[in-house]
């Protein structure tokens, strides 16, 4: 892409007590570009995508995004917890498992964050996730708890409640693979739409068709680094690496939609 | 189920529930006796014990003192306890359980015993005959309890939600005040009630304890029943219980309307 670039990651690595999850990975992310990453279960990628906005801490290596580094103050000296919070949430999170307040009404789940993180006032909170709900088809559930709403609906509440904090990135941790199936496309649906608007994406998925038609790059992760990446229709009809070859007969007849 | 065995079924349960009950509820006639002595009610019926329980300044004093050092020490319970509760739920080793299993402990070593202790070390401390003590050692007593329903309520909650927190730009107080303890409140709610009652009704420790000092309303019972046998004691005695009751329908009630929002939800 020609925008300019929006995420630097240099050198992440992290280890979970012996085990070394990520080893000196970087990627840059452009402004409004939309990137996939895939690999097989245990390649890190969940992992990289929570050090991206700090969920988790790595050993070492930096994330800097639009002009802040995540950790650093401006003066370069090290945040405190409370200041990385505020840094954090220049990043949308998305989870597998949606996970939504359950004592909260969607519309509350999507108002919590301005309002106590943002300092909004409630009615503009309220004004704000109803906005965002009616914009991912959710305009009749506003007043519905978790409990009451289908996966693919409170997944699209997660989308809401990430888009209301207007980050400059959202970040997809595999957010179709705790689906069932037919509930599968309506959330696919409502990323392909986020990212025609321009939003900046990172998905980890196993959606090839959706990595296909929405992505502009794919990253193929494997034992903590990244191996190959490029257009997703080279990447996929072309691979040059005996895993993401190995990856990619297993995935296909599987799983493309 | 079968007819013919439930009829006797339901006459047997009814047995064991008055041999359960009634013992407690006799004082409730004792307590309206016109006599000065404790005694069945003969000839007629009397507020006058119930207005001495509400009028003489001994009893008042008791009331007041067990209602406060009841709430104190609950208040102190249900900090502590809550607090340990989302920790080792935060943590979740091995050695956590190991934590937990120790905040059983007071529920399992014999009252007297501990009283014995904690008087050996109140007595360097220069606690004893203090309402502090006697607060602090109840809000220990009363720690299980919290710590049990609390852990039972944060059992149903996905410790992700915390991470989901901290991805919208959550500080750690925030997510602890917004996120954790809102999906708590009814283990908290319940923790606090049973460590208040626990208090309410506890009568070593405050004897060990309070030594002279203190008197509450179980220990003025106590007193009561060795010095003269005054019918207020029937009087005190329906007034704890009816009390405790009432906590408990609270309890209870508070209960229902989860149940009743947990099936609304599903």
């Given at each position: 892409?020609?925008?300019?670039?929006?995420?630097?990651?240099?050198?992440?690595?992290?280890?979970?007590?012996?085990?070394?999850?990520?080893?000196?990975?970087?990627?840059?992310?452009?402004?409004?570009?939309?990137?996939?990453?895939?690999?097989?279960?245990?390649?890190?990628?969940?992992?990289?995508?929570?050090?991206?906005?700090?969920?988790?801490?790595?050993?070492?290596?930096?994330?800097?995004?639009?002009?802040?580094?995540?950790?650093?103050?401006?003066?370069?000296?090290?945040?405190?917890?409370?200041?990385?919070?505020?840094?954090?949430?220049?990043?949308?999170?998305?989870?597998?498992?949606?996970?939504?307040?359950?004592?909260?009404?969607?519309?509350?789940?999507?108002?919590?964050?301005?309002?106590?993180?943002?300092?909004?006032?409630?009615?503009?909170?309220?004004?704000?996730?109803?906005?965002?709900?009616?914009?991912?088809?959710?305009?009749?559930?506003?007043?519905?708890?978790?409990?009451?709403?289908?996966?693919?609906?409170?997944?699209?509440?997660?989308?809401?409640?990430?888009?209301?904090?207007?980050?400059?990135?959202?970040?997809?941790?595999?957010?179709?693979?705790?689906?069932?199936?037919?509930?599968?496309?309506?959330?696919?649906?409502?990323?392909?739409?986020?990212?025609?608007?321009?939003?900046?994406?990172?998905?980890?998925?196993?959606?090839?068709?959706?990595?296909?038609?929405?992505?502009?790059?794919?990253?193929?992760?494997?034992?903590?680094?990244?191996?190959?990446?490029?257009?997703?229709?080279?990447?996929?009809?072309?691979?040059?690496?005996?895993?993401?070859?190995?990856?990619?007969?297993?995935?296909?007849?599987?799983?493309?939609? | 189920?079968?007819?013919?065995?439930?009829?006797?079924?339901?006459?047997?349960?009814?047995?064991?529930?008055?041999?359960?009950?009634?013992?407690?509820?006799?004082?409730?006639?004792?307590?309206?006796?016109?006599?000065?002595?404790?005694?069945?009610?003969?000839?007629?019926?009397?507020?006058?014990?119930?207005?001495?329980?509400?009028?003489?300044?001994?009893?008042?004093?008791?009331?007041?003192?067990?209602?406060?050092?009841?709430?104190?020490?609950?208040?102190?319970?249900?900090?502590?306890?809550?607090?340990?509760?989302?920790?080792?739920?935060?943590?979740?080793?091995?050695?956590?359980?190991?934590?937990?299993?120790?905040?059983?402990?007071?529920?399992?070593?014999?009252?007297?015993?501990?009283?014995?202790?904690?008087?050996?070390?109140?007595?360097?401390?220069d606690l004893i005959g203090t309402m502090l003590g006697v607060i602090l050692a109840?809000?220990?007593?009363?720690?299980?309890?919290?710590?049990?329903?609390?852990?039972?309520?944060?059992?149903?909650?996905?410790?992700?939600?915390?991470?989901?927190?901290?991805?919208?730009?959550?500080?750690?107080?925030?997510?602890?005040?917004?996120?954790?303890?809102?999906?708590?409140?009814?283990?908290?709610?319940?923790?606090?009630?049973?460590?208040?009652?626990?208090?309410?009704?506890?009568?070593?420790?405050?004897?060990?304890?309070?030594?002279?000092?203190?008197?509450?309303?179980?220990?003025?019972?106590?007193?009561?029943?060795?010095?003269?046998?005054?019918?207020?004691?029937?009087?005190?005695?329906?007034?704890?219980?009816?009390?405790?009751?009432?906590?408990?329908?609270?309890?209870?009630?508070?209960?229902?309307?989860?149940?009743?929002?947990?099936?609304?939800?599903?």
């Amino acid at each position: 892409m020609v925008t300019p670039v929006l995420v630097e990651a240099r050198g992440i690595t992290k280890r979970f007590g012996p085990r070394t999850v990520l080893e000196d990975v970087d990627l840059d992310v452009h402004e409004g570009e939309t990137v996939v990453i895939i690999g097989a279960s245990g390649s890190g990628k969940t992992t990289f995508l929570r050090c991206l906005n700090r969920l988790e801490t790595p050993e070492t290596g930096q994330v800097r995004i639009a002009d802040v580094t995540l950790g650093r103050r401006s003066d370069g000296r090290p945040a405190d917890e409370r200041e990385l919070s505020q840094q954090r949430r220049l990043f949308g999170f998305v989870f597998q498992r949606f996970n939504l307040f359950p004592h909260l009404t969607a519309m509350q789940n999507v108002a919590l964050g301005p309002r106590r993180v943002l300092g909004v006032r409630r009615a503009e909170a309220e004004a704000r996730a109803v906005h965002e709900l009616t914009r991912l088809g959710l305009a009749e559930h506003v007043g519905k708890r978790p409990g009451q709403l289908s996966g693919g609906q409170q997944q699209r509440v997660a989308i809401a409640r990430a888009l209301a904090m207007d980050p400059r990135v959202i970040l997809f941790d595999e957010p179709t693979s705790a689906l069932d199936p037919e509930l599968v496309q309506e959330v696919l649906d409502a990323m392909r739409a986020l990212a025609g608007e321009g939003m900046t994406m990172v998905v980890v998925t196993h959606e090839m068709r959706f990595a296909r038609s929405v992505a502009h790059r794919a990253v193929f992760m494997a034992d903590g680094r990244i191996v190959e990446q490029g257009v997703p229709n080279d990447l996929f009809g072309a691979p040059r690496d005996e895993r993401l070859r190995r990856f990619l007969r297993h995935l296909e007849p599987h799983h493309d939609r | 189920m079968a007819q013919d065995g439930g009829a006797l079924r339901r006459v047997l349960a009814g047995l064991i529930l008055a041999f359960l009950v009634l013992p407690a509820f006799v004082v409730f006639p004792v307590s309206l006796t016109p006599n000065r002595y404790l005694s069945l009610p003969s000839g007629g019926v009397s507020w006058q014990h119930w207005q001495t329980l509400f009028t003489d300044p001994v009893w008042l004093s008791g009331i007041r003192e067990s209602v406060l050092i009841a709430s104190l020490s609950t208040a102190l319970a249900l900090a502590a306890g809550t607090a340990c509760a989302i920790g080792c739920w935060r943590l979740g080793s091995r050695l956590t359980d190991m934590v937990r299993s120790a905040m059983i402990l007071p529920l399992m070593i014999p009252t007297i015993v501990y009283a014995l202790g904690i008087y050996r070390f109140y007595v360097e401390l220069d606690l004893i005959g203090t309402m502090l003590g006697v607060i602090l050692a109840h809000a220990v007593t009363g720690l299980p309890y919290v710590v049990l329903t609390v852990t039972a309520s944060l059992a149903n909650l996905d410790p992700a939600l915390e991470r989901a927190a901290r991805s919208l730009g959550a500080s750690v107080p925030q997510t602890l005040t917004r996120v954790i303890v809102p999906n708590i409140i009814p283990g908290i709610l319940s923790g606090g009630i049973f460590a208040f009652i626990h208090s309410w009704d506890e009568l070593i420790i405050v004897i060990f304890i309070g030594g002279r000092e203190l008197f509450t309303l179980p220990q003025l019972i106590w007193d009561g029943i060795n010095e003269n046998l005054d019918p207020a004691i029937a009087a005190v005695a329906s007034a704890l219980i009816l009390f405790t009751l009432a906590v408990l329908l609270v309890e209870l009630g508070l209960r229902r309307r989860r149940q009743f929002r947990a099936a609304r939800d599903t």
